[in-house]
T-cell receptor
């Protein structure tokens, strides 16, 4: 069974204070790992897809990295508008066509 | 402008009543999905469809039903058998991507279902 664990559950940062969110996963053959951003009361917005260990992707203040057991979402010099819940999901070769989601990390950035 | 629409935004269900949530996409995506999200939790898969006229149960399909008669539409019915339907329901669709991964999913705005 595919499993995804995100930590911490909640993270409070001051504006400009860089940090990282963790996504640990257990799958039988990773097909893809996905990061989404979700604002309250809205649908998730796609951020990144990572396919293999060592891969990195960046978008503005966000950078996602992947190892064989976990992924990190690094947030550099965050701004209040980065406040949201960040969701991690995986798709495995044994469950192709389905994603398993973690419970998310709620990030609050204070000015 | 391409995207996924869900309606209604809010839906109220009475005891013993079946209700249907609408999901339409104009992205020409093959696959569509329904998820349920409870407060403070991630998304749990209810049903998914990878092609018209075919769909599979997800992890929490009991008390729900779907149809996929058209590529752009994937309605979800919450039946009276679903005893705890209050939740935020999200529809998504996906395209085939790099290395064949299909799960880069694009989400609709969601429907919040409440029980009267």
């Amino acid at each position: 069974e595919d499993q995804v664990t995100q930590s911490p559950e909640a993270l409070r940062l001051q504006e400009g204070e860089s940090s990282s969110l963790n996504c640990s996963y257990t799958v039988s053959g990773l097909r893809g790992l996905f990061w989404y951003r979700q604002d309250p009361g809205k649908g998730p917005e796609f951020l990144f897809t990572l396919y293999s260990a060592g891969e990195e992707k960046e978008k503005e203040r966000l950078k996602a990295t992947l190892t064989k057991k976990e992924s990190f979402l690094h947030i550099t010099a965050p701004k209040p508008e980065d406040s949201a819940t960040y969701l991690c999901a995986v798709e495995s070769r044994t469950n192709a066509g389905k994603s398993t989601f973690g419970d998310g990390t709620t990030l609050t950035v204070k000015p | 402008d391409g995207g996924i629409t869900q309606s209604p935004k809010y839906l109220f269900r009475k005891e013993g009543q079946n209700v249907t949530l609408s999901c339409e996409q104009n992205l020409n995506h093959d696959a569509m999905y329904w998820y349920r999200q409870d407060p403070g939790q991630g998304l749990r898969l209810i049903y998914y469809s990878q092609i018209v006229n075919d769909f599979q149960k997800g992890d929490i399909a009991e008390g729900y039903s779907v149809s996929r008669e058209k590529k752009e539409s994937f309605p979800l019915t919450v039946t009276s058998a679903q005893k705890n339907p209050t939740a935020f329901y999200l529809c998504a669709s996906s395209i085939g991507g790099e290395q064949g991964a299909r799960e880069t999913q694009y989400f609709g705005p969601g429907t919040r279902l409440l029980v009267l």
